[in-house]
C-alpha cells in the first residue's frame, strides 16, 4: 500500500510542501505536524513595524478628529470670506498633506498603510513558514472569530492586528482566553456594534435615549461559542447583549483614557439582573460579561461545535461521530485546552485516513504555489489573485467567517481561472523545473498514476507544471 | 373568474388592498385546482422566458424598502429611520399605494413600478422563523420546509423539473466564484467571474485536464466543463466587463454590484446563453446607523437600483421575456434598536421585475404595525409565504409543473398555492 501520510502531514495539515520537504518528513509524517505543536509561541508575528491596534486606532481616530475641525474650519472660513470679512487664503486647507499623495485624504492613507503593512508580514509569514501547521490553525480561528474589512471605517486598518494580538497568541492556549481576547477587541467590538450597544436603562441610555444592539450578543452564541442548535433563545440574546452592554471602545473626543482602547463604560451598562441560559448574572458590572464568556467558553454545547467545526475544516464534510465526540470530550476534560485538542486531532486515524475531499481555498492555494513552484507573488498579487477567486483576504462576507464545504470553492468559473493562474505561474518560472521530477519531489507517493501519466505526457514541460498545479493532489487536501 | 384576479385598484385604501388580496387567494384554490385540465402556454414553444434570482444576504429591512407610511404606527415605532410621505420635503419616499412608499434610493425601481413592470410583496417570509443569517438563507435557498441535510437549491431542482423542450437552456448560471447555493444541485451551472489574468487558455490543456479528471475526480470534472463552457459563450472574454467609468459616475462605488448584473445581462441575453441565473450581494445586515433617506441603507439600495439598471439595459430587447426576483433571508425589527439600525426580524419584502410582469402593485396582506400584530412583539408578521410567490413565476413564467413545485422544487409545500396573475 502507497504511504500517503507525508502528503496528508504536508497539505490537510499544511500549506503545501517545499521542494525537499517531502523527502525530509518522510520517515516520521506525524511526528513532523504532532512537533509543530510544541512551541505555541512560533504562531506569534511580531516585528519592530508591525504596531498594537491601540497605537493604529488612536493614530487614525485622532486624525479624523483633526481632519473633522479642520473641514469645520474651513467651511466656517468659507462662510466669513464670502461675508468679506477675511481675505481667502488659498493652498491652506489645514490637515497636513501627505507627502508625495497632496490630493488623498490622510485619513484614508494611515488606514491603507497599516493594513498593507500587516498583508505584507502575513502573506511572507504563510510562504517561509517552518510551521504551516500553526498557520494553518491561526486561519481556522480567524475565520471562527471573524471581523472583516468590508465594515469599513476604523475596523480596516486592525484586521490584522486584531488576529496578532487576539487569535494568535491562544491558539494552543485556552478556548476562553482566545473568546476573552476576542471580545474585548476593539476591530470586534466594533465589527459587531457592540461599541454603541447601550442600556437603555442606564444613565447615558436614559439621557440620549439610546439603547441595546443585539448583533455581538447573538454571534457570541450562534458561531462562536454554543451553535446554532446548542440550545439558546431570543431571550437569551438579548439579554446576552444586555449584559454586554457598556463594552465598548474609547473615542477620540473622550478625556479619560487613551483613544482607540477597550473600556468598559459603567454609566452605559444596563442595571438589573439578566437570566442566560439559567443562571442569573447582574450588578457585578464588567465582571458579569467576562461570568458570562467564561460560562459560554466552558458549556457543553461548545465544546461540540468546536470539535465538529475543527474536524469538518480539517478532514472532511460530516466528520465521524467517533471522532467528534473524542475531541469534544477532550475540550470538556482539558477546559477548553486547544492544544490538548489539536493533539486529539491529528492523533487521530481518521485524520490520516480519510482521502483528500476539501478543495483547497484560495489564499492556501496560492501559498502552496509559492512554496512547491518557487513563484513570488506581491502582496497585492496574492490578495488580488484570492479575491479574484473568492477570498479576499481578511474580508470574509459574514461573521460566519468563510464557507468551509469541501466543495466550497469548486465553483466552475473559479476553477477555470485557477487554470488561469497555474499557466501564468508556469510562464512565470519558466522551464527551470522538470516538472515530472517536481510532481515526484512534491508528492511522493501520493501522486496519482493518472496525474503521473498525465505530466509524462505533457506536449512541453510549461504544461506539465500547469497539469501539475490543477492536479486533484493540489486542489483538493 | 378572471375579472377577479386582475390587481387591486391601485387607488385603492389599505383595507381594499387587503381584501382584494384574500379574495383574489381565494380565486387563486379555483383556478389551481382545474390547473392541471388547462392546456399549457399554447405559444411554448416559441417562448424564451429568463430568470434571474437575486439573494440580498444579511437580511433587508423591507419596512424601509416599501416603507408603509400610511400606517398609523409607522412613524412612531421607526423614529430616525422613517421615510416620510411624498410631498413631506426632504426625505420624501417615492410614492407606491396608499399605503407604500419605496425608499427613494431606488429611482429606476420606481420607473419600472411606473411602467407596471415591477410589484413588490411585503409581509413575506419563508418557512424559517429563527434569527440566524446562515440557517435563513440555508432554508431561503434550499427550499426546503425545515432546517435539514442541504445538497442544493430550489432554482437548480426546478431547472432540472422545467418541462420546456428546447427553448429553455438546461444550463444554469451562477455569477461569482461561490455559486449561490440556491442555483447549486445536479442540474449543470455555469459560473462567472472576471478573468483573473488576461492570459489566454489552450485548447491542448483543457483536453488533458478535461481527460485527467474524467479519470479521476468526478466534481472536478463537471465543475472545469462548466468554467469552460461560459468562456466560450461570445461576449464574455477580456477584462473587467464594465468600462472605464467617469468619475462623477455613481457605478464607480458599487462596481462589483454593476459587474455582476452586467455579466448577468450579457450571458442571458446571449443565443446561446444560460436562461437561468442567481447572483448575490452581500451587505444588509444594518445593525447600527441604517439611515432614512440618503442614510447607509438608502445608499445601499441606490447601489442595487444601480445593478437593476444595468441589468434590464443589458437585456435589450430579450427584456420583455424576462424576470428578476430579488429576495432575502428575513426581515428586521419593526422598532429602532439601541444603535440608530434594526435587529433581525421575520417578514419583508419580495420584488419581482420584468417585461411581462402585471406590476405596478404591493401585495400585502397587511398584518398592520400595532403592538398586538407584531411578531413576537417585535417583528413584521409574516402573511404571505414566500415560496407562494416563488413557485407563482415558475408556474407561469417557465411552465414548472404544479406537481414538481410542490414536491421537488419546495419539498411539502402543497399548501403554499403559487401566486397567480403576477404575470401580465
Do not use: C
Not at chain 1, 155 to 181: H, K, Q, T
Not at chain 2, 369 to 382: S, V
Amino acid at each position: 500500500m502507497k504511504d500517503v501520510a507525508t502528503h496528508i502531514a504536508l497539505r490537510r495539515f499544511g500549506l503545501g510542501g517545499r521542494p525537499g520537504d517531502a523527502a525530509r518528513i518522510a520517515a516520521d509524517p506525524r511526528g513532523y505536524v504532532e512537533a509543530q505543536l510544541a512551541d505555541p509561541s512560533r504562531a506569534h508575528l511580531e516585528s519592530p513595524e508591525l504596531r498594537p491596534s491601540t497605537e493604529i486606532l488612536r493614530e487614525v481616530l485622532l486624525a479624523q478628529k483633526e481632519l473633522r475641525l479642520q473641514r469645520k474650519k474651513d467651511a466656517n472660513a468659507a462662510a466669513s470670506r464670502e461675508q468679506g470679512s477675511s481675505p481667502s487664503s488659498p493652498g491652506q486647507n489645514g490637515v497636513a498633506p501627505v507627502k508625495g499623495r497632496p490630493d488623498v485624504n490622510p485619513v484614508t492613507i494611515l488606514i491603507r498603510d497599516a493594513l498593507e503593512l500587516d498583508l505584507g508580514a502575513r502573506h511572507a509569514r504563510a510562504r517561509d513558514s517552518d510551521q504551516p501547521f500553526l498557520e494553518r490553525l491561526v486561519s481556522f480561528w480567524s475565520a471562527h472569530f471573524a471581523v472583516a474589512l468590508r465594515k469599513g471605517g476604523v475596523v480596516r486598518p486592525v484586521v490584522g492586528a486584531y488576529e496578532r494580538e487576539a487569535i494568535r497568541p491562544n491558539v494552543l492556549g485556552r478556548f476562553a482566553d482566545m473568546l476573552s481576547a476576542v471580545v474585548h477587541h476593539p476591530a470586534m467590538l466594533m465589527y459587531l456594534d457592540n461599541n454603541a450597544s447601550t442600556g437603555p436603562m442606564s444613565p447615558a441610555g436614559r439621557r440620549r435615549s439610546r439603547g441595546l444592539n443585539e448583533n455581538l450578543a447573538r454571534e457570541l452564541m450562534e458561531l462562536h461559542t454554543l451553535g446554532v442548535d446548542g440550545g439558546y433563545t431570543q431571550n437569551d440574546v438579548t439579554n446576552l447583549a444586555r449584559i454586554l452592554t457598556g463594552w465598548t471602545v474609547i473615542g477620540a473626543n473622550e478625556k479619560d483614557g487613551e483613544p482607540g482602547r477597550f473600556k468598559f463604560a459603567a454609566n452605559r451598562h444596563e442595571p438589573g439582573r439578566f437570566v442566560l441560559l439559567g443562571k442569573t448574572y447582574g450588578g457585578r458590572g464588567i465582571e458579569d460579561g467576562e461570568q458570562a464568556i467564561a460560562d459560554l467558553a466552558r458549556h457543553p454545547s461548545t465544546a461540540r461545535h468546536i470539535a465538529r467545526k475543527l474536524a469538518s475544516h480539517f478532514i472532511a464534510d460530516n466528520p465521524p461521530e467517533s471522532l467528534v465526540k473524542r475531541l469534544a470530550a477532550t475540550f470538556r476534560k482539558t477546559d477548553g485546552n486547544l492544544k490538548e485538542v489539536t493533539f486529539e486531532l491529528v492523533k487521530s486515524k481518521e485524520a490520516w485516513a480519510t482521502p483528500p475531499r476539501k478543495v483547497v481555498p484560495p489564499a492556501d492555494f496560492l501559498t502552496s504555489l509559492e512554496r512547491g513552484f518557487g513563484v513570488q507573488f506581491k502582496p497585492q498579487e496574492w490578495r488580488r489573485l484570492s479575491a479574484a477567486l473568492g477570498q479576499p483576504i481578511w474580508d470574509p462576507p459574514s461573521p460566519k467567517g468563510w464557507p468551509d464545504e469541501d466543495d466550497a470553492w469548486m465553483g466552475p468559473a473559479a476553477v477555470r481561472e485557477r487554470l488561469r493562474i497555474a499557466e501564468f505561474v508556469a510562464r512565470r518560472i519558466g522551464v527551470r523545473p522538470d516538472p515530472r521530477a517536481l510532481a515526484r519531489e512534491l508528492m511522493g507517493d501520493a501522486l496519482s498514476p493518472a496525474t503521473a501519466k498525465a505530466i509524462d505526457r505533457a506536449e512541453a514541460a510549461q504544461q506539465g507544471i500547469e497539469l501539475l498545479v490543477m492536479s486533484p493532489e493540489i486542489l483538493r487536501r | 373568474m378572471v375579472a377577479s384576479l386582475k390587481r387591486p385598484s391601485r387607488t385603492g385604501d389599505a383595507m381594499t388592498n387587503s381584501l382584494s388580496r384574500r379574495h383574489f387567494l381565494q380565486a387563486g384554490t379555483a383556478s389551481l385546482a382545474m390547473w392541471g385540465l388547462m392546456p399549457r402556454h399554447a405559444s411554448a414553444s416559441t417562448r424564451d422566458p429568463r430568470l434571474l434570482i437575486v439573494i440580498l444576504r444579511g437580511a433587508l429591512d423591507g419596512l424601509s424598502l416599501a416603507a408603509p407610511v400610511g400606517d398609523p404606527a409607522y412613524a412612531d415605532l421607526r423614529g430616525s429611520l422613517a421615510l416620510k410621505k411624498p410631498g413631506d420635503g426632504p426625505g420624501a419616499g417615492l410614492p407606491l399605494d396608499f399605503l407604500f412608499v419605496l425608499n427613494p434610493g431606488m429611482p429606476f425601481l420606481h420607473a419600472l413600478y411606473e411602467k407596471r413592470q415591477a410589484l413588490i410583496v411585503h409581509a413575506t417570509a419563508s418557512p424559517y422563523r429563527e434569527r440566524s443569517h446562515f440557517d435563513g438563507q440555508d432554508m431561503l435557498e434550499s427550499g426546503l420546509p425545515s432546517q435539514g441535510k442541504i445538497t442544493d437549491g430550489w432554482l437548480n431542482r426546478a431547472l432540472a423539473g422545467m418541462t420546456h423542450e428546447g427553448a429553455v437552456s438546461r444550463e444554469g448560471l451562477g455569477i461569482g466564484a461561490i455559486v449561490p447555493l440556491v442555483m447549486r444541485g445536479s442540474a449543470p451551472v455555469m459560473s462567472w467571474i472576471p478573468k483573473t489574468i488576461r492570459l489566454p487558455l489552450r485548447e491542448s490543456t483543457i483536453a488533458r485536464l478535461t481527460d485527467l479528471y474524467a479519470a479521476t475526480d468526478p466534481g472536478l470534472a463537471k465543475a472545469f466543463k462548466e468554467g469552460i463552457a461560459i468562456e466560450r459563450i461570445a461576449g464574455t472574454g477580456g477584462g473587467a466587463i464594465v468600462g472605464k467609468l467617469q468619475p462623477d459616475d455613481p457605478r464607480r462605488r458599487f462596481r462589483p454590484f454593476i459587474e455582476a448584473a452586467e455579466a448577468a445581462a450579457r450571458l442571458m441575453s446571449s443565443p446561446s446563453g444560460p436562461r437561468i441565473g442567481a447572483l448575490a450581494y452581500d451587505g444588509w445586515d444594518t445593525h447600527a446607523n441604517e439611515g432614512a433617506a440618503g442614510g447607509q441603507l438608502s445608499t445601499r439600495l441606490q447601489g442595487l437600483d444601480l445593478a437593476i439598471k444595468s441589468f434590464v439595459d443589458g437585456m435589450g430587447p430579450a427584456w420583455s421575456e424576462t424576470a428578476v426576483v430579488i429576495i432575502t433571508e428575513f426581515g428586521r425589527t419593526v422598532r429602532v434598536n439601541g444603535t440608530a439600525g434594526t435587529d433581525h426580524g421575520t417578514a419583508t419584502t419580495a420584488i419581482l421585475i420584468g417585461g411581462k410582469v402585471n406590476g405596478g402593485r404591493v401585495i400585502a396582506d397587511w398584518p398592520g404595525l400595532h403592538e398586538k400584530a407584531l411578531y413576537e412583539g417585535r417583528d413584521l408578521a409574516p402573511t404571505t409565504d414566500l415560496r407562494a410567490m416563488l413557485k407563482g413565476v415558475l408556474a407561469d413564467h417557465l411552465d414548472v409543473p404544479r406537481r414538481v413545485l410542490d414536491d421537488i422544487v419546495f419539498p411539502a409545500s402543497a399548501a403554499a398555492r403559487p401566486m397567480t396573475g403576477l404575470f401580465a
